[in-house]
């Protein structure tokens, strides 16, 4: 067993030294491993953060979740044709009660507020809209002026299909052969040739007329059905409008209607002073743990101090592997990660120490210490990795960066308290135990007795 021991430990330090250099030569430029760089969100890196509001008071409650995805995807693709280096889109709820949901654009990099809004535009609301027929209009009593007209809204004028430009898959720009007008020619996905073909086979002689933000631009009859998913927008636009229209509806149109209604912009000067005092906590931390180990256990301590270096090495590998968009919160919940990886050893070296005090050998007091210390490291960590999956699953996207690296860290910390702690322990037991060599293995500033 403790020839295995040492050739194991040999091979966890060999692969510390991989996991270094992977490190090492992903952070230069050139390098065939540079695509791992270090995500770093925009509180280290400095950009901006745009907060929009979805209104799906027109969604029906079911279809709110496909709804917001539809959204983010459409707007993480426009994003990404401005070559914003690692932008990020997401969803969440928000308010009182949870009832708003939300659209978050990170745009690392982008400083300038105004650019980003406008790197993210204007993108037009599509929709499709039946013409109702006069006979069947409701008329609001709030309609009715003092003089005894009725005022109809677009709203009382036209019904929604469900078609929208969330189902467009490209848009171009034609001309018409006879009068020489610029049109805009849209091809739909399967999903809206099918809506599409079904909307103008059942209402043949209807108006189908076709919204753009909310304003009608073109009132065409569904004169035969169409079932080839083409439809045609013929607003009276100029070439240059047309080019525009199209362009848009290509970088995609919004599934549904977003308000602007927060911004946050950091500065490149502070998102660096803000990494570099969280990388210098994190090494001043951990040369604080360091000097503790090795003072209070010893020589177990100076194996701890290297198997938190083998577990520091394993995390940021991770982090560039996955990748993890390190914040500063993200920075914290590492730090405390290291803090658990460190109670994991100080329990195992604690019941180590009584077997030596009990009189057992060396190599039964290090296994007898790990089974009995095992139970706890395990359910401690098992309970903080549980409550890094609740922040994670039910919080927002500071929370979730903290409990993404806590998880991680806890996961880690657990294989390398069982594996490398006990293997690099094992490596150090001989045949010949001196009393000054056990000496080194006892906590405290016990004096050893003499045996």
């Known amino acids: 067993m403790i020839k295995n021991a040492r050739i194991i430990s040999v091979s966890i330090l060999l692969f510390g030294l991989l996991l270094t250099a992977f490190i090492d ?22 950009g ?12 029906e409650p079911s279809e ?26 997401q969803t969440e709820r928000g308010g009182v009660a ?19 809004v406008a790197q993210i535009g204007e993108t037009p609301i599509l929709d499709f809209r039946l013409q109702t027929p006069q006979g069947e209009l409701g008329i609001d009593p709030e309609a009715v002026t003092e003089d005894g007209q009725v005022e109809l809204g677009i709203d009382d004028l036209f019904t ?30 399967r999903e809206g040739r099918e809506l599409f073909s079904d909307i103008t086979t059942e209402n043949v002689g209807e108006v189908l007329a076709i919204f753009l933000d909310g304003e009608p ?33 290509n970088y995609g149109a919004l599934p549904i209607p977003v308000e602007l209604v927060a911004t946050n912009s950091v500065g490149p000067t502070l998102g660096v002073a803000v990494f570099e005092a969280g990388v210098r906590a994190g090494i001043i931390g951990l040369i604080l743990v360091a000097l503790f180990m090795v003072i209070w256990y010893r020589l177990p301590g100076l194996v701890a101090v290297v198997a938190l270096t083998i577990y520091t090495l394993v995390n940021l590998v991770l982090y560039k592997l996955i990748p993890v968009t390190l914040t500063a919160a993200g ?26 005090r009990r009189g057992k050998k ?18 401690g960590n098992l309970t903080v990795f549980l409550s890094g999956v609740v922040l994670f699953w039910f919080g927002t996207s500071l929370i979730q960066g903290f409990a993404l690296t806590l998880m991680i860290g806890t996961v880690v910390s657990v294989a390398t308290a069982g594996v490398v702690s006990r293997m690099f322990l094992l490596s150090l037991v001989s045949e010949k135990e001196e009393r000054n060599k056990l000496a080194l293995f006892r906590s405290g500033f016990r004096k050893a007795k003499n045996s």
């Open 25 to 46: 030569l992903s952070e230069k430029e050139g390098s065939a491993l540079s695509r791992f760089p270090f995500r770093l969100g925009l509180d280290l890196s400095g």
């Open 48 to 59: 901006t953060q745009l907060i929009y509001n979805a209104d799906t008071s027109e969604v």
């Open 64 to 89: 709110v979740p496909a709804s917001m995805n539809a959204l983010r995807e459409v707007i993480e693709r426009r994003v990404n044709l401005f070559g914003v280096s690692e932008p990020r889109v």
């Open 98 to 116: 949870g009832e708003e949901n939300r659209l978050i654009v990170e745009l690392p990099g982008v400083t300038d507020i105004e650019e980003a």
């Open 160 to 189: 929604p299909t469900g078609l929208t430009g969330s189902y467009v898959e490209r848009a171009q720009v034609q001309f018409d052969q006879v009068t020489g007008e610029a049109i805009v020619v849209i091809d739909f996905n």
């Open 217 to 249: 631009i073109s009132l065409p009859v569904i004169e035969t059905a169409i079932t080839d998913g083409t439809a045609v927008i013929s607003g009276g636009f100029e070439p240059e409008e047309a080019r525009e229209l199209a362009r848009d509806l």
């Open 331 to 356: 920075i914290a919940g590492f730090i405390l990660s290291i803090g658990m990886a460190v109670d994991a050893n100080i329990l195992i070296f604690s019941r180590m120490g009584e077997e030596l």
């Open 362 to 379: 060396l190599e039964e007091a290090i296994q007898t210490g790990f089974k009995r210390a095992w139970v706890s490291v395990m359910d």
